[in-house]
């Protein structure tokens, strides 16, 4: 009777990490979690009293399913204490905790609301490629940091470069260095830039000179500098991922190296046999 205690605890692990790894259960868990936020949209519109009484159960529906879900995350590993070292659990253990409490007639009401639509950010937790793009994102911050200080700057200078020479011409583009920043990003992200150089050049002919090289450095260069740097990394953490994934399996030179001690091996074999039948 021991023996089967303590080997019950054991099985059940296994079951339920066989459950968490079964692709039908994933399949479900982002269904759930697409129809969660199909729901928490249709929640804007004026809908009848009848259909939000509807809405209301399938969200409490929703969140005793997140709840199970979670559940056989929890108990699905063999070292529960582990399961809160990820911090997308944390994450996805708090967005179910807080969804349970009863707030909805509350004072705090707006935040449940709140709550229900970040359950779609769950989807990032439960993807694993989607894990792998945001933490390459979030590794790749640093670096961009500089690239974005590097921009600001450039900006800031063609800011007040046209607020010098334009804004007689048009003091609501112009006018002061704030809001010739603001035009300087319509302008990087083309939008109707060229009415914006064509009323400079009426006065200023060369004034294109102004607009081309900013867009070249700043729309051209430093944008895909940010790509370049995002890309770069995200190959870095995939690399990194599957060498984890992979861990466990021989490499190129563990195999090459049994290789060489198989043929030592026989080579030795040869020779003691060679040796035998001398004797």
């Known amino acids: 009777m021991q023996g089967v205690k303590s080997h019950r605890p054991f099985s059940l692990t296994r079951i339920f990490n066989a459950i968490r790894s079964n692709r039908l259960f994933e399949i479900i868990v982002v269904g759930v979690i697409l129809f969660s936020a199909l729901l928490a949209g249709a929640k804007t519109y004026d809908i009848s009293p009848a259909v939000v009484n509807i809405m209301v159960w399938l969200d409490y529906s929703i969140t005793l399913f997140f ?50 639509i970040f359950r779609v950010l769950r989807m990032v937790s439960v993807i694993p490629e989607l894990r792998t793009l945001l933490n390459s994102l979030l590794k790749a911050l640093p670096q961009l940091g500089y690239v974005a200080l590097l921009m600001f700057i450039i900006v800031y200078i063609y800011a007040a470069v046209g607020t010098t020479f334009f804004a007689k011409i048009n003091d609501t583009l112009w006018g002061d260095i704030t809001v010739s920043m603001l035009t300087l990003f319509r302008v990087m992200t083309f939008e109707d830039w060229t009415d914006v150089m064509y009323e400079t050049m009426a006065v200023h002919p060369l004034s294109w000179i102004f607009y081309i090289s900013f867009i070249f450095l700043n729309a051209f260069a430093f944008l895909n500098m940010l790509i370049g740097i995002v890309v770069n990394v995200m190959e870095k953490e995939s690399a990194e991922q599957w060498q984890k994934d992979h861990a466990d399996e021989p490499t190129v030179a563990d195999l090459s190296r049994q290789i060489e001690e198989l043929k030592a091996l026989l080579v030795q074999q040869s020779e003691l046999q060679a040796i035998k039948k001398g004797a």
Not at 68 to 78: G, V
Not at 94 to 111: C, K, N
């Open 67 to 116: 709840l199970i879900e979670i559940s056989i995350r929890f108990f699905a590993e063999e070292r529960k204490w582990q399961f809160f070292k990820s911090g997308w659990n944390i994450f996805d253990t708090l967005i179910v905790v807080i969804s349970l409490i009863p707030i909805q007639d509350s004072e705090l009401a707006l935040v449940g609301r709140l709550i229900r």
